[in-house]
């Protein structure tokens, strides 16, 4: 089974408009880590946000914020009021565990298409 | 600036020729991974660090040997390159602990023909 699970393989919005890239994880760990990642056409990889799975409140960087359902293992990016740069992939990925020797396992990715 | 440097940024290679992918980070950073990104797959783990001294395989370590030098350096090597092996390659770091991400470099563009 995979471990991270973005069903969305491409989606589109409006400038201005909200919109929300799904994520499921699976993990039996207690403690573990979420993240979200931005890659641009130009091909970096760039940290957005980060969820850990005791942290009661849901994550919020900006206009991103990260939607935790802990009971549905869901961890949903919202991005609020959409800019044409945020056209990109984005990546879900999570890290089990509490030690430096857990690692990220990515999800498969979700293309962000903004129009004016 | 800081931050992870990959070296090259673009290589062609033929089948059964070798090579090395050097990465360096000047974060002090202990962790240290390589990925390999191809289209409609994500980013998987080849192999890691967790620390100077460690390796340790990933996902698909297959065809890859890795070396870490010292705390800085990671190097990934194909011995017999294979088209298979037709990727973009991703070294990061990362501290140790729980609640910090990967910085990425910005990627080694890879073709074997």
């Known amino acids: 089974a995979q471990k991270i699970t973005q069903t969305q393989p491409g989606m589109f919005v409006q400038e201005k408009e909200a919109v929300t890239l799904d994520c499921t994880y699976d993990t039996s760990d207690q403690s573990y880590g979420l993240f979200w990642y931005k890659q641009p056409s130009s091909g970096e990889m760039i940290f957005l946000i980060y969820q850990g799975s005791y942290d009661e409140q849901n994550a919020t960087e900006g206009r991103y914020s990260l939607n935790f359902q802990k009971a549905r293992k869901s961890a949903n990016l919202v991005i609020s009021a959409s800019q044409l740069g945020d056209s990109a992939m984005y990546f879900c990925a999570m890290r089990e565990g509490y030690s430096g020797y857990s690692t990220l396992t990515f999800g498969k990715g979700t293309m962000l298409l903004v129009s004016p | 600036n800081a931050g992870v440097t990959q070296t090259p940024k673009f290589q062609v290679l033929k089948t059964g020729q070798s090579m090395t992918l050097q990465c360096a980070q000047d974060?002090?950073?202990?962790?240290m991974y390589w990925y390999r990104q191809d289209p409609g797959m994500g980013l998987r783990l080849i192999y890691y660090s967790a620390s100077e001294g460690t390796t340790d395989k990933g996902e698909v370590p297959n065809g890859y040997n890795v070396s870490r030098l010292n705390k800085r350096e990671f190097s990934l090597r194909l011995e017999s390159a294979a088209p298979s092996q037709t990727s973009v390659y991703f070294c990061a770091s990362s501290p140790l602990g729980q609640g910090e991400g990967y910085t990425f470099g910005s990627g080694t563009r890879l073709t074997v023909v």
């Open positions: 974060m002090n950073h202990n962790s």
